[in-house]
């Protein structure tokens, strides 16, 4: 469990097969139940990241108030950052 002031900071620290873990939120809920999800450009490749489909996704927020994806980077997709 990481708080959310410090995640960028834990995530650099943790490393999978050498690579540095990477996080970025999908979706959030609000108090008053509206889910708030990035640009349909940068959700599609957030998605594919977490291996789950939209209609997932939404199932996921019905239980929870966040959604986050993580991932290292491949060599071979897209990083956010080229968005």
Same mark, same amino acid.
């Given at each position: 469990?990481?708080?959310?002031?410090?995640?960028?900071?834990? $995530?650099?620290?943790? !490393? /999978? =097969?050498?690579? %540095?873990?990477?996080?970025?939120?999908?979706?959030?809920? $609000?108090?008053?139940? !509206? /889910? =708030?999800?990035? %640009?349909?450009?940068?959700?599609?490749?957030l998605?594919?990241?977490?291996?789950?489909?939209?209609?997932?996704?939404?199932?996921?927020?019905?239980?929870?108030?966040?959604l986050?994806?993580l991932?290292?980077?491949?060599?071979?997709?897209?990083?956010?950052?080229?968005i």
């Open positions: 469990m990481m708080h959310q002031t410090y995640r960028s900071e834990v $995530a650099k620290r943790i !490393k /999978i =097969a050498g690579k %540095p873990l990477n996080y970025a939120q999908i979706a959030a809920k $609000a108090y008053t139940g !509206k /889910i =708030a999800s990035p %640009p349909v450009a940068w959700k599609k490749v998605l594919e990241k977490a291996g789950i489909s939209e209609t997932k996704g939404y199932m996921e927020m019905r239980e929870n108030s966040c986050y994806a991932y290292v980077d491949d060599e071979d997709t897209v990083s956010e950052e080229t």
